[in-house]
Structures are given as structure tokens and as C-alpha cells.
């Protein structure tokens, strides 16, 4: 009988834990929730503020503008990789979405307070593949820029 009893009074603990970590699980997850709405707004006002700037012909406000955001995140990224070392799964997909932005940089080196930490994280992310074939915008600022170099060093000669 006191087994039964031990049992009993186990298993309606265990079972109002369980209840009481999903509603706290769902309190944090909302939250979570919350701010990631935020986070887009405010990406979605960022984009909206460059817009304008364009359309009025401040392209280099805009410019300035976009690789200060642009260099944030990525610092935000190398601080998280020195708190908490990616798996080698994430690393591999967070480097092939940051070979655009090293092939920027390369062309346009990062400036600011965030420039050590851009420059550390973008060390360990490969370059562009030259022997493939490749359309973007990006692709085609690295070849002006490349064509740009080349034909300096040759007037040099």
C-alpha cells in the first residue's frame, strides 16, 4: 500500500512537472516569438530607410548605411562562433551564404569598430570558385574589380 501510494504521488509529481515545463516552454518560445517579429521589422524598416535614400540619389549614404548593417551581423556571427563553436554542419551553411561577403570585402574592406571582428570571421570562410560560372551581382563586382586590377598592374609594367 505505501509503494502504491509512492507510486501514485511520483507520478502526479512527474506529470504536473511535465505540465508546468510545456507552459514555461511555451512562455520562453513566445517571446522568442516576439523578438524575432521585432527583428524583422525593424529589418524591413532598415530596407525601407535605404529605398528612400536611393530614390532621392544618396547612393552612398545608402551604400555606408548598408555595410555598417551588413558588417554587424557578421560580428554578431563571430561573436556567437567565440561563445559557442558551431557544429561543422552550421559553419559549412553560414560560410557558402558568407562567400559573397568576403568577396565584397575583398574589394571593399570592412571599416568601423567591427572591422577586427568581420575580418577575423571572414579569414576561415573560403573564396569564390573563379572556374565556375557565376551571374550575381557579386560575381560581377569581383570581376570588374579583378579586370580593374589587372589592367593597373599591366600599365605599371
Not at 115 to 138: E, M, Y
Request: aromatic share 6%.
Amino acid at each position: 500500500m505505501k509503494l502504491l501510494k509512492a507510486l501514485g504521488l511520483f507520478s502526479a509529481g512527474a506529470l504536473a512537472g511535465g505540465i508546468l515545463v510545456g507552459w514555461y516552454s511555451g512562455q520562453v518560445l513566445s517571446r522568442q516569438m516576439v523578438s524575432k517579429e521585432i527583428d524583422v521589422a525593424f529589418k524591413a524598416c532598415e530596407q525601407a530607410e535605404w529605398l528612400a535614400q536611393l530614390r532621392l540619389n544618396e547612393p552612398q549614404v545608402a551604400i555606408k548605411q548598408l555595410e555598417h548593417s551588413m558588417d554587424i551581423e557578421v560580428a554578431t556571427l563571430a561573436q556567437w562562433a567565440d561563445a559557442r563553436r558551431p557544429s561543422n554542419e552550421v559553419r559549412e551553411r553560414r560560410d557558402r551564404f558568407l562567400v559573397p561577403v568576403k568577396v565584397y570585402h575583398e574589394s571593399y574592406p570592412a571599416a568601423g569598430e567591427e572591422a577586427p571582428l568581420v575580418s577575423s570571421l571572414l579569414t576561415s570562410v573560403p573564396g569564390r570558385d573563379l572556374k565556375k560560372v557565376c551571374r550575381s551581382g557579386i560575381c560581377k563586382l569581383d570581376d570588374l574589380h579583378r579586370a580593374a586590377v589587372v589592367s593597373t598592374n599591366s600599365l605599371a609594367k
